[in-house]
């Protein structure tokens, strides 16, 4: 999945003559904290909802008023992962997206690219989670998908979470079976530490579910 697959529809882009009133409207409409500010298909930068805030005249066009913008954008043709890493760094609830020639296309929301994150990862397929704990020295995608399948069980989505200053890594399976028993049997056999595990629907929910919000935590938006 790509940035142009995630272009909002309903995100409005604003030119200098709007004013800071019709800004902060349109993000509550849109439930974003941020809005691009474009000059036909130039983008100018993005303004935040605390930019409008500090206008000494918000009634006034924003053009009227000297902005310090950022201009955080990603291109078409860029995966979904940049993007999220993107929308990380800068704390972001939308992102621009520009084509080869730095045209404006449109914008992709946080909410977008959770619903895209959630697609690409598998998160909507059926099936049961796995956590395990290790070093990182101990790692080896080969040797875990060849257990997984040796149970005749495909690893459908995988991700490893890093602990700050620890040589300690967790990595998650999403296995395409809801009974896993064997798989974590093979798994003890071959000494891997087994954090956690989620099988029944409303533990899978839960996980998900803590999962984006760590992750919106991390945006601190």
């Given at each position: 999945?790509?940035?142009?697959?995630?272009?909002?529809?309903?995100?409005?882009?604003?030119?200098?003559?709007?004013?800071?009133?019709?800004?902060?409207?349109?993000?509550?409409?849109?439930?974003?904290?941020?809005?691009?500010?474009?000059?036909?298909?130039?983008?100018?930068?993005?303004?935040?909802?605390n930019d409008i805030f500090?206008?000494?005249?918000?009634?006034?066009?924003?053009?009227?008023?000297?902005?310090?913008?950022?201009?955080?954008?990603?291109?078409?043709?860029?995966?979904?992962?940049?993007?999220?890493?993107?929308?990380?760094?800068?704390?972001?609830?939308?992102?621009?997206?520009?084509?080869?020639?730095?045209?404006?296309?449109?914008?992709?929301?946080?909410?977008?690219?959770?619903?895209?994150?959630?697609?690409?990862?598998?998160?909507?397929?059926?099936?049961?989670?796995?956590?395990?704990?290790?070093?990182?020295?101990?790692?080896?995608?080969?040797?875990?998908?060849?257990?997984?399948?040796?149970?005749?069980?495909?690893?459908?989505?995988?991700?490893?979470?890093?602990?700050?200053?620890?040589?300690?890594?967790?990595?998650?399976?999403?296995?395409?079976q809801d009974d896993i028993?064997?798989?974590?049997?093979?798994?003890?056999?071959?000494?891997?530490?087994?954090k956690n595990t989620f099988?029944?629907?409303?533990?899978?929910?839960?996980?998900?579910?803590?999962?984006?919000?760590?992750?919106?935590?991390?945006?601190?938006?």
């Open positions: 999945m790509i940035a142009k697959d995630l272009i909002s529809e309903i995100v409005p882009a604003l030119k200098t003559s709007d004013t800071g009133t019709q800004a902060l409207q349109w993000m509550e409409i849109a439930r974003v904290s941020h809005l691009p500010i474009i000059n036909d298909k130039e983008l100018l930068g993005l303004i935040s909802d500090d206008l000494n005249s918000p009634e006034e066009p924003i053009g009227n008023h000297p902005l310090s913008l950022t201009t955080p954008y990603v291109f078409s043709g860029q995966h979904i992962f940049e993007v999220a890493e993107r929308v990380s760094r800068f704390k972001l609830t939308v992102i621009p997206v520009l084509n080869d020639k730095k045209e404006y296309l449109g914008v992709i929301t946080l909410h977008d690219l959770v619903v895209g994150l959630a697609k690409v990862t598998n998160i909507e397929k059926t099936g049961a989670i796995i956590v395990l704990e290790m070093n990182i020295r101990d790692y080896s995608l080969v040797e875990l998908s060849q257990i997984v399948e040796s149970e005749e069980a495909k690893i459908i989505s995988l991700y490893v979470s890093y602990f700050e200053n620890s040589t300690q890594i967790e990595v998650t399976l999403k296995i395409n028993s064997r798989i974590i049997a093979s798994l003890n056999r071959h000494n891997y530490t087994i099988m029944d629907n409303s533990d899978l929910n839960q996980f998900f579910q803590d999962r984006l919000d760590s992750f919106m935590r991390f945006l601190n938006i």
